[in-house]
Nanobody, 122 residues
Framework: QVQLVESGGGLVQPGGSLRLSCAAS????????IGWFRQAPGKEREGVSC????????YYADSVKGRFTISRDNAKNTVYLQMNSLKPEDTAVYYC???????????????WGQGTQVTVSS
């Protein structure tokens, strides 16, 4: 099973930016589709973005389109989620996950990180 570690979360003011990282130490991430998901208090986990393993195609939830960007750095074996123009409703624990196909459905991802907290507040 792929072991994933997220980092980069924190407290940011509305309108600010954060970059989340998803790294793996023992597996090559570019063999997998990588998804970012988030779970806010009292809500179900939702898909935010994902990137395909073969052609690098990217997908975004409507709520983050134009504000978030997912990317890979294969040399660093890391996937990033650049989050700009953050809103209070983006507050959640953010998870990265590895799977075989690029979707926003969590059932398609079998390996998950522990999550990193993102709080958007003034």
């Amino acid at each position: 099973q792929v072991q994933l570690v997220e980092s980069g979360g924190g407290l940011v003011q509305p309108g600010g930016s954060l970059r989340l990282s998803c790294a793996a130490s023992e597996f090559t991430l570019d063999y997998y589709a990588i998804g970012w998901f988030r779970q806010a208090p009292g809500k179900e986990r939702e898909g935010v973005s994902c990137i395909d393993s073969s052609d690098g195609s990217t997908y975004y939830a409507d709520s983050v389109k134009g504000r978030f960007t997912i990317s890979r750095d294969n040399a660093k074996n890391t996937v990033y989620l650049q989050m700009n123009s953050l809103k209070p409703e983006d507050t959640a624990v953010y998870y990265c996950a590895a799977g075989l196909i690029a979707t926003l459905g969590e059932a398609d991802f079998g390996s998950w990180g522990q999550g990193t907290q993102v709080t958007v507040s003034s």
